[in-house]
């Protein structure tokens, strides 16, 4: 049986095409997954940059009441 190589060409590009199309949702989830946890990251960077600069002020110690005298 004699096949023509552009119809064989053909049908791998399709079913090649047609994984891609089933794969896609799969891809744009996992994308938005690694999106929001590097958003998340950035904020807890940011977060900790902020405590850093703040640090005396946010010391538990040092907002602590004084003992009471007698």
Do not use: G, N, V
Not at 30 to 40: G, K, L, S, V, W
């Amino acid at each position: 049986m004699k096949t023509d190589f552009f119809a064989t060409l053909r049908e791998l590009r399709t079913a090649r095409h047609r994984r891609s199309i089933m794969r896609a949702p799969q891809i744009i989830e996992r994308d938005a997954e690694r999106r929001q946890a590097r958003h998340a990251r950035s904020i807890d960077r940011r977060l900790d940059d902020a405590l850093a600069d703040t640090f005396p002020a946010s010391d538990p110690i040092a907002l602590s009441p004084r003992p009471i005298q007698q």
